[in-house]
């Protein structure tokens, strides 16, 4: 499996942006798809998952409630829907496929395909 990330800028606080994440080659082999995200001298960190075949979805707490995540099985593109952005979020983005299921869906250890991240700029 290979994942892409799209969709990142610059917005201003309170605003929205939407990540797209194209999944390509065995995409049948994804569980979980992941979202992460890395500040500058931070680790990365989870900010939510999605079941690829039931679509359930799981948050970290700090953006329940704003942001949304879905995916589209037949065009294989997961999605990261956020809104009431604010400068805090501003790191770099990943998306992520856990292919094995040998871990928590919301633990970054257990995913194993990752795609090249995206800018999010949230500017106050």
């Known amino acids: 499996v290979q994942l892409q990330a799209s969709g990142g800028g610059l917005v201003q606080a309170g605003g929205s942006l939407r990540l797209s994440c194209a999944a390509s080659?065995?995409?049948?082999?994804?569980?979980?798809m992941g979202w992460f995200r890395q500040a500058p001298g931070k680790e990365r960190e989870i900010v939510g998952a999605i079941t690829w075949s039931g679509g359930s979805a799981y948050y970290a707490d700090s953006v329940k409630g704003r942001f949304t995540i879905s995916r589209d099985k037949v065009k294989s593109t997961g999605t990261l829907q956020m809104k009431s952005l604010k400068p805090d979020d501003t790191a770099v983005y990943y998306c992520?496929?856990?292919?094995?299921?040998?871990?928590?869906?919301?633990?970054?250890?257990?995913?194993?395909?990752w795609g090249q991240g995206t800018q999010v700029t949230v500017s106050s």
């Open positions: 992520a496929a856990d292919t094995d299921l040998e871990g928590a869906v919301m633990s970054l250890s257990s995913y194993d395909i």
């Open positions: 080659g065995r995409t049948n082999s994804m569980i979980v």
